[in-house]
T-cell receptor, first 113, second 112 residues
Framework: GAVVSQHPSWVICKSGTSVKIECRSLDFQATTMFWYRQFPKQSLMLMATSNEGSKATYEQGVEKDKFLINHASLTLSTLTVTSAHPEDSSFYIC?????????FGPGTRLTVT | GQSLEQPSEVTAVEGAIVQINCTYQTSGFYGLSWYQQHDGGAPTFLSYNGLDGLEETGRFSSFLSRSDSYGYLLLQELQMKDSASYFCAGLNYGGSQGNLIFGKGTKLSVKP
């Protein structure tokens, strides 16, 4: 079946630094990928839609200058959390559509100290 | 936009049947998906209903009624490993692309 990978699985960083998370579709091409954030015991919240070769579409309330998204190829999208703060600590999950089904990556747990 | 409502918690015993309901209010609704998420893990796809009716996949079935803006996930012959959070998600198409909007999730606890 389709597989989406994420790297890293977890990361701890200091406040003020930037962190890059990669999302790859391993056996299919994805012109569109999605980035979600999930706080403990809460639902997944869509942050942005990543479009290959064009600018990402951000959901209301998500700062595009803080969460930089680059979708440079049909199999790779990256999310960079810039100037991370402790409140950015969360579980970040990417996904990609294949037909009507959306495949999720395993997630990246970010802890900002 | 969309909003989806589902119960926050459900408890059932091993071997039983449980139904998790999901009602939605939406514009641009295209279909309803269900995902399972174990603690600390990523969501995994269970089923998708693009048309009204029942979709069956092994022990899991899902139902959609567009006229009622309602769907449900039915889990049969419950096993301990089914203890997880279950999310309904509306597939929404706006313009040229679609995305998923998730409900808040239902935490299912299966007791022996």
């Amino acid at each position: 079946g389709a597989v989406v990978s994420q790297h890293p699985s977890w990361v701890i960083c200091k406040s003020g630094t930037s962190v890059k998370i990669e999302c790859r579709s391993l056996d299919f091409q994805a012109t569109t990928m999605f980035w979600y954030r999930q706080f403990p015991k809460q639902s997944l919240m869509l942050m942005a839609t990543s479009n290959e070769g064009s600018k990402a579409t951000y959901e209301q309330g998500v700062e595009k200058d803080k969460f930089l998204i680059n979708h440079a190829s049909l199999t790779l999208s990256t999310l960079t959390v810039t100037s991370a703060h402790p409140e950015d600590s969360s579980f970040y999950i990417c996904s990609a559509n294949r037909g009507q089904e959306q495949y999720f990556g395993p997630g990246t747990r970010l802890t900002v100290t | 936009g969309q909003s989806l409502e589902q119960p926050s918690e459900v408890t059932a015993v091993e071997g039983a049947i449980v139904q998790i309901n999901c009602t939605y209010q939406t514009s641009g609704f295209y279909g309803l998906s269900w995902y399972q998420q174990h603690d600390g893990g990523a969501p995994t796809f269970l089923s998708y209903n693009g048309l009204d009716g029942l979709e069956e996949t092994g022990r899991f079935s899902s139902f959609l009624s567009r006229s009622d803006s309602y769907g449900y996930l039915l889990l049969q012959e419950l096993q301990m490993k089914d203890s997880a959070s279950y999310f309904c998600a509306g597939l929404n198409y706006g313009g040229s692309q679609g995305n998923l909007i998730f409900g808040k999730g239902t935490k299912l606890s299966v007791k022996p």
